[in-house]
């Protein structure tokens, strides 16, 4: 068989299904009761069918980077699962550090330090994880490391990393400081916090694997990511703060379109998505989790089983803001989270703005059967209105759309990936995206707002997990789950050894030297990538 030919479609190889509602144009009906793009806006057409080879976009990719993630044994079922089922579906390599061994999880088990059984609930954990690592994936630019109950956008954290250079020493996250009644008393310092997520640099993780072992024996009774502030701090290197990483779920945050994610220099419970989208969120529920992860892909299949995806995440958080002249009202939309109303215009002065839509639902591609070949690129979100313990949510009116079933009232928010003109602007002003192009009441359960966004691109999902070889742990077949021709060749990592399951795997060499030894005790849950054909 031609390597060109060889097409590999499949699910991520450890993980559940998706659960998404089918996408088919046959379940998928557009609202018939839409109205039609504005004449000014440009038509997108419908893809053409994907090819076998996919163009790799800039910056970094998720096999450059390795994901850690703090666990016990207890969240095994409800954290680690959602995590799984949710943002880890985009990422290659990844291990979760617990109490103990977990056959099903690529997990390796630690054991606490005398004294620390019961301290920080596990904070004696990020040095021993840290360490193994840096020697499982010698050849990843980048470690991130978090808790099993913070939700990564993995599109955004690797544009974030793309902006720096892994050879040089970098600590990135959201700019934490000890608490006053705690920590602070012995150390005053700034620090990432763990939940939110940290990023550490290949250059400054290998600097840090000759002082990690001094810092783990000398720092205890701290939080973990405040050990870890202070190691790094050991080597000269300060935090870099960035913005989009969270300590908190979104809605512990007033958001706007004022600034970047997070204030630098000082803590602050405003957050905005105006110069970039969010990177992390933490302490959060399962349910919200799984929120997250609907508002942000779009799935459907293609023709020949393929699945493709639309990632939103770079939209997601942002603000936009209209007047209708026609209904007397202005509306503020949070992309993917809520859509706020005021009886005033908001030009003239800032409005009392009513939550009334806070449900986050679904995303989904709308299709039109009667479109034809040319129609135009469309999205539903749908957010509907928050129950009440009395009066319920339901309404009654009829509705094409199966997906609103069973209906409730709910914003609409129907996505055109075309420009259109503002609702609010001026009769002068040009079509463009970004913007609030038209709102009104469908029916007593609707209100539809029509939103012109520069879409992202589909794209095809691979199973990024999956290799297949010729030989034994051989992946020249097929790598991250697509065909090698479409890799490239500088870009395949070398597999790694795991002949000893009481220490963590280390990288196959052709010297005789011995790696140094990391003590403390690990169980590793990971076999060969490769898979052999014959």
């Given at each position: 068989?031609?390597?060109?030919?060889?097409?590999?479609?499949?699910?991520?190889?450890?993980?559940?299904?998706?659960?998404?509602?089918?996408?088919?144009?046959?379940?998928?009906?557009?609202?018939?009761?839409?109205?039609?793009?504005?004449?000014?806006?440009?038509?997108?057409?419908?893809?053409?069918?994907?090819?076998?080879?996919?163009?790799?976009?800039?910056?970094?990719?998720?096999?450059?980077?390795?994901?850690?993630?703090?666990?016990?044994?207890?969240?095994?079922?409800?954290?680690?699962?959602?995590?799984?089922?949710?943002?880890?579906?985009?990422?290659?390599?990844?291990?979760?550090?617990?109490?103990?061994?977990?056959?099903?999880?690529p997990t390796v088990g630690l054991s606490p330090p005398l004294g620390e059984e019961l301290v920080g609930s596990g904070a004696w954990k990020n040095f021993p994880a840290l360490m193994d690592l840096y020697r499982r994936f010698p050849s990843h630019k980048w470690v991130y490391f978090s808790d099993d109950d913070t939700f990564v956008y993995v599109r955004n954290l690797l544009s974030r990393l793309g902006h720096y250079d892994h050879d040089k020493d970098f600590y990135l996250g959201l700019y934490w400081t000890p608490r006053v009644d705690m920590e602070w008393?012995?150390?005053?310092?700034?620090?990432?916090?763990?939940?939110?997520?940290?990023?550490?640099?290949?250059?400054?993780?290998?600097?840090?694997?000759?002082?990690?072992r001094t810092c783990h024996k000398n720092y205890r009774r701290w939080a973990g990511d405040v050990r870890v502030g202070k190691c790094v701090?050991?080597?000269?290197?300060?935090?870099?703060?960035?913005?989009?990483?969270?300590?908190?779920?979104?809605?512990?945050?007033?958001?706007?379109?004022?600034?970047?994610?997070?204030?630098?220099?000082?803590?602050?419970?405003?957050?905005s998505a105006g110069i970039t989208a969010p990177v992390s969120f933490h302490h959060l529920t399962v349910d919200q989790m799984h929120m997250y992860y609907r508002m942000q892909m779009a799935d459907e299949r293609g023709p020949r089983g393929e699945l493709f995806r639309y990632d939103f995440a770079p939209q997601l958080f942002k603000e936009f803001m209209a007047f209708s002249p026609t209904l007397g009202y202005s509306f503020r939309v949070l992309f993917g989270v809520s859509v706020e109303v005021a009886h005033a215009d908001h030009r003239a002065s800032p409005p009392q703005w009513r939550r009334d839509f806070g449900d986050p639902l679904y995303l989904r591609r709308a299709v039109d059967p009667n479109g034809g070949a040319q129609q135009p690129l469309r999205f539903h979100m749908v957010i509907a209105k928050v129950p009440e313990i009395f009066h319920g949510d339901g309404c009654s009116a009829v509705v094409d759309d199966p997906f609103r079933l069973p209906l409730r009232k709910a914003a609409v928010i129907a996505v055109q990936c075309a420009p259109c003109k503002r609702l609010d602007a001026p009769a002068d002003e040009p079509p463009g995206y970004n913007r609030i192009c038209d709102a009104w009441k469908e029916d007593e359960c609707t209100l539809k707002i029509l939103l012109s966004l520069s879409c992202p691109a589909r794209q095809v999902v691979h199973a990024p997990a999956l290799d297949v070889g010729s030989t034994r742990n051989g992946h020249d077949l097929v790598f991250r789950g697509q065909a090698t021709a479409c890799a490239e060749p500088s870009r395949l990592l070398r597999p790694y050894e795991h002949a000893d399951p009481s220490r963590p795997a280390v990288k196959r060499r052709r010297s005789s030297r011995k790696a140094s030894t990391w003590e403390f005790n690990s169980s590793v849950a990971f076999g060969g990538r490769g898979r052999s054909c014959s």
């Open positions: 068989m031609d390597l060109a030919d060889l097409r590999v479609v499949v699910e991520h190889t450890h993980t559940a299904p998706d659960g998404s509602l089918p996408l088919s144009p046959e379940l998928s009906p557009g609202s018939q009761q839409e109205k039609p793009l504005p004449a000014s806006s440009s038509v997108q057409s419908r893809e053409p069918e994907s090819p076998v080879c996919v163009a790799r976009g800039r910056g970094l990719d998720t096999s450059e980077v390795a994901f850690g993630i703090l666990t016990s044994d207890r969240f095994v079922a409800t954290r680690l699962l959602s995590q799984q089922q949710t943002w880890l579906k985009q990422v290659r390599d990844v291990v979760f550090y617990s109490e103990s061994y977990i056959a099903t999880l008393k012995e150390v005053h310092i700034a620090y990432a916090s763990g939940g939110a997520g940290y990023a550490l640099s290949r250059a400054l993780l290998s600097r840090m694997s000759t002082t990690m701090l050991d080597l000269g290197v300060q935090i870099t703060p960035e913005v989009g990483f969270h300590h908190e779920p979104h809605d512990k945050y007033t958001w706007d379109m004022s600034g970047g994610g997070f204030p630098y220099l000082h803590l602050s419970n405003r957050a």
